[in-house]
């Protein structure tokens, strides 16, 4: 099980100075979409060169034009690209392909699909590395989790590993852990936290006791 940080509210030399706390306790740091819908994949380039030994993944949500969005990540240096599963199969197919051209993988994001448990088989099928459940920060307001639909995916898919993101905190861990994803995705439970590193460090230990 790993650890991504997600990075969604910072600014390039925030984004490096953060990591650096906390580049011990985690696997993966994600270059949230704000960043990049802000600074575009400068910000993927300048975190990857800072922290070259470090996965990064490139929050993107793609849904048209894959394969193009994917060489551009790629060339940012992004290890991990993400499309959202609402998009087309031909979509789907597109980034997969550009994303084994390059040596990298793609994560696909559930966020407002409404049949995961379909979704998911076809995705597997489509040779997605990582499905992902993500509670978006509009349905955590009302109150949304996404354990039951983690759960689904897990009965469902065969090859694909699975991410679970969203509002996630040492607090509701136990219960992350419990329905075992291959990935969890962590932002605010760190970022917001006056003692980062610490955070990042309670959260990394739980998980690796599994």
């Known amino acids: ?8 509210l910072v600014n390039i030399p925030e984004a490096i100075e953060l990591v650096a706390e906390v580049q011990d306790s985690i696997d993966i740091v994600e270059i949230g979409t704000p960043i990049i819908n802000s600074l575009g ?5 300048a975190v990857k060169e800072a922290y070259p030994n470090l996965t990064v993944l490139a929050d993107i949500k793609i849904m048209d034009a894959a394969g193009y969005e994917v060489q551009q990540a790629s060339n940012a240096g992004a290890d991990i690209i993400t499309i959202l ?10 980034a997969v392909e550009a994303a084994k051209k390059e040596g990298k993988e793609i994560l696909v994001d559930m966020i407002a699909v409404k049949d995961i448990e379909t979704r998911a088989k ?32 897990k009965s469902v898919v065969k090859n694909a590993k699975t991410a679970i993101a969203g509002g996630i ?26 003692d980062k590193k610490t955070a990042a460090q309670e959260i990394k230990a739980l998980i690796n006791k599994g």
Not at 122 to 141: F, K, M, N, S, W
């Open 85 to 94: 599963g609402a998009a087309e199969d031909s979509s789907i197919r597109g």
């Open 169 to 194: 905190k040492l607090e509701t861990l136990p219960e992350v852990i419990e329905a075992k994803p291959d990935l969890v995705i962590v932002g605010g439970g760190i970022t917001s936290k006056d």
């Open 41 to 45: 994949h400068e910000a993927v380039r």
């Open 1 to 8: 099980m790993k650890l991504q940080l997600a990075l969604d």
């Open 122 to 153: 076809e995705l597997d099928q489509l040779g997605a590395d990582y499905i992902c459940v993500h509670t978006g920060y509009d349905l955590q307001a009302e109150g949304k989790d996404s354990f039951a639909d983690l759960r689904k995916i």
